[in-house]
Antibody, heavy 120, light 109 residues
């Protein structure tokens, strides 16, 4: 069965960086894109960006350009999202999610979420 | 960037009633629109893709319609488990972007 297993919760200070991992299993990793989505406490969903697991192409949300980097390691079927220069408003649950060509590239599977807390 | 505006922000209905949720795009997204349901403490679940197609396992009481800039999610007869937050998402092919609406909370009246 398809699974996306993310790394554990993180607490960071303002100005620091965080790198969240997302290990995929149960499907051919390079056949699907991965989106990263975050959700601040009590707030809605925010799309952060996309990476092709096939060739590593990326596209990031404009507001995060320059602070976010998404990568993949096809040898371990793992996707990574690094966010730099953290601020308090980056406190959120971060999700990796698989995009399904069968569903018009909508998201059909989600990781369990990683809580990143930014606090001094 | 394309902005998605959902209305209403909160919808209060009773089980058995019909729910109509709206999502409006700031520019045309063709039919590249999806709907998700999210319950507290859970990841979202895909309901509808390409504006009007139900994802696998989604009950027939959920339906989507629209194209261009105006989209609707309809739940024909509300079940107790349908009370949740609903999000629309546009998915442009290139460059790949996946903006979400701000959500509609469907609550029990």
């Amino acid at each position: 069965q398809v699974q996306l297993v993310q790394s554990g919760a993180e607490v960071k200070k303002p100005g620091a960086s965080v790198k969240v991992s997302c290990k995929a299993s149960g499907y051919t990793f390079t056949s699907y894109g991965i989106s990263w989505v975050r959700q601040a406490p009590g707030q809605g969903l925010e799309w952060m960006g996309w990476i092709s697991a096939y060739n590593g192409n990326t596209n990031y949300a404009q507001k995060l350009q320059g602070r976010v980097t998404m990568t993949t390691d096809t040898s371990t079927s793992t996707a990574y999202m690094e966010l730099r220069s953290l601020r308090s408003d980056d406190t959120a649950v971060y999700y990796c999610a698989r995009e399904a060509p069968l569903y018009g590239d909508a998201i059909d599977y989600w990781g369990q979420g990683t809580l990143v807390t930014v606090s001094s | 960037e394309i902005v998605l505006t959902q209305s209403p922000a909160t919808l209060s209905l009773s089980p058995g009633e019909r729910a109509t949720l709206s999502c409006r795009a700031s520019q045309s997204v063709s039919s590249y629109l999806a709907w998700y349901q999210q319950k507290p403490g859970q990841a979202p679940r895909l309901l509808i893709y390409d504006a009007s197609n139900r994802a696998t396992g989604i009950p027939a009481r959920f339906s989507g319609s629209g194209s261009g800039t105006d989209f609707t999610l309809t739940i024909s007869s509300l079940e107790p488990e349908d009370f949740a937050v609903y999000y629309c998402q546009q998915r442009s092919n290139w460059p790949p972007r996946g903006t979400f609406g701000q959500g509609t909370k469907l609550e029990i009246k």
